[in-house]
C-alpha cells in the first residue's frame, strides 16, 4: 500500500484534509507531524489529535518545530479562529502526542517505509530542519506534495506570497533546493469554481454524518473571512486541494516541471514563489508545478473524495 507522512499546521482547511487521508483507502498515513503555523504548534496538535479521533484513527502525531528557522512566528487566527477550528469548543482528544520531535519521525519514517509519501500543509520549518539534519531523506522520499506558493505570483497573506511559503520563506528555499521530487500545489488552485459555494456545502452536509458537519462547521470562521475578503460565499480549502491531487494520481497530468527559487531577502515580495514557467534560464527542473486552470474538476473531486472517503 501506498505510505503517506502529512506534516500540517492543522487548522480548519487542514482537518478537511486529514479526513480525507485518514478516510481514504488508497493510502496509509504513518504519522502526522505538526509545525506552527496557523496557530501555535500545540494548538496545531491539539487539532490533528482531534480530527484522528473523529477519524476512529490512533496515527501518531508528532509536535515539531514552534517558530520559523530564522523568524518570529505569524499565526492566522483571523482566518482560522482562536483555536484553529473556528471555536466551537471542541472538547480536546482522549490521548496526547509522541514524545519524539517531528524531525526524528519525518526521517525514521523515511527509513521504514520505502516509498514514502509526503505532502506538506503548513511552513515548510520540520521538512527543512530534517533535511538539514540529513541530506539523504531526500532520495528516500517518492513524492513530496507541497501546498504552497502560487506559480502566478499572486499572493493572500501579501500581494506577492502565499501564507505557508510567506510564514518561512528560509525554510522553503532549502526545501526547494534539496532534489525531492517535489509537486507544487498553488494557493490559486482553491480560488473562482474551486471554492465550495453553497451548493457544495449542501451535498457535504446532506451527508449527515459527524465528520461532514465538522468538516464544514470547523471551517465557519474562514468561510467568515473570505467573505470578508472577496465578497463572495464559500469556503476556500487549499489544503484538500493538495490532498485530492496526492489521493488522485491522474489529477496530477496537469502538472509541468520548472526551476521554482523562493525569495528571501527582499520584504515586498519575501516569501514569493518564482517559478520559470517559460523555461527561460537553464536551471535545473525542481519542481512539478500544477498549474491547471480546471479549478472546478479540483471541486468535484474534492466532494467526490468525501463520499468515497466513507462520510456517508
Ligand atoms: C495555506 O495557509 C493556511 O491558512 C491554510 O491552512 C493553507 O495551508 C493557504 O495559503
Ligand atoms: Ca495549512
Not at 509545525?35 to 482531534?50: I, Y
Request: with cysteine; charged share 15%; hydrophobic share 45%.
Amino acid at each position: 500500500p501506498r505510505t503517506l507522512l502529512i506534516d500540517t499546521d492543522t487548522a480548519s482547511d487542514d482537518a478537511v484534509a486529514l479526513i480525507m487521508a485518514l478516510r481514504s483507502p488508497t493510502v496509509q498515513v504513518v504519522a502526522i507531524t505538526i509545525v506552527a503555523g496557523n496557530v501555535s504548534v500545540e494548538q496545531g496538535a491539539r487539532n490533528a489529535l482531534f480530527t484522528a479521533e473523529l477519524c476512529g484513527s490512533m496515527v501518531p502525531v508528532h509536535i515539531g518545530a514552534s517558530k520559523p528557522l530564522l523568524r518570529e512566528l505569524e499565526t492566522a487566527e483571523w482566518f482560522h479562529g482562536l483555536d484553529g477550528l473556528s471555536d466551537h469548543g471542541y472538547a480536546p482528544a482522549h490521548r496526547t502526542a509522541e514524545t519524539t520531535h517531528a524531525v526524528g519521525a519525518i526521517l525514521a519514517a523515511s527509513h521504514s517505509h520505502a516509498g514514502l509519501e509526503v505532502i506538506t500543509l503548513g511552513p515548510l520549518t520540520n521538512l527543512a530542519m530534517a533535511l538539514l539534519r540529513d541530506p539523504s531523506l531526500a532520495t528516500r522520499i517518492s513524492r513530496c506534495v507541497i501546498m504552497g506558493g502560487n506559480p502566478c505570483c499572486e499572493g493572500n497573506v501579501t500581494p506577492a506570497a502565499e501564507f505557508n511559503i510567506w510564514v518561512d520563506p528560509e525554510a522553503a528555499r532549502i526545501v526547494f533546493a534539496s532534489g525531492l521530487p517535489i509537486q507544487m500545489i498553488g494557493w490559486q488552485l482553491s480560488r473562482d469554481e474551486a471554492v465550495l459555494d453553497a451548493k457544495d456545502i449542501a451535498r457535504v452536509l446532506a451527508l449527515g454524518t459527524p465528520l461532514a458537519e465538522f468538516a464544514i462547521r470547523c471551517n465557519s470562521t474562514a468561510a467568515s473571512a473570505f467573505e470578508t475578503q472577496t465578497g463572495e460565499q464559500g469556503i476556500s480549502l487549499p489544503d484538500p486541494i493538495a490532498m485530492a491531487v496526492l489521493l488522485e494520481p491522474a489529477l496530477s497530468l496537469e502538472a509541468s516541471s520548472h526551476h521554482v527559487q523562493i525569495e528571501v531577502v527582499s520584504s515586498l515580495t519575501r516569501g514569493m514563489t518564482v517559478v520559470d514557467r517559460l523555461n527561460v534560464t537553464s536551471d535545473q527542473r525542481n519542481a512539478s508545478v500544477w498549474a491547471s486552470n480546471n479549478q472546478a474538476a479540483s471541486k468535484v473531486e474534492i466532494c467526490w473524495k468525501l463520499d468515497v472517503a466513507g462520510w456517508k
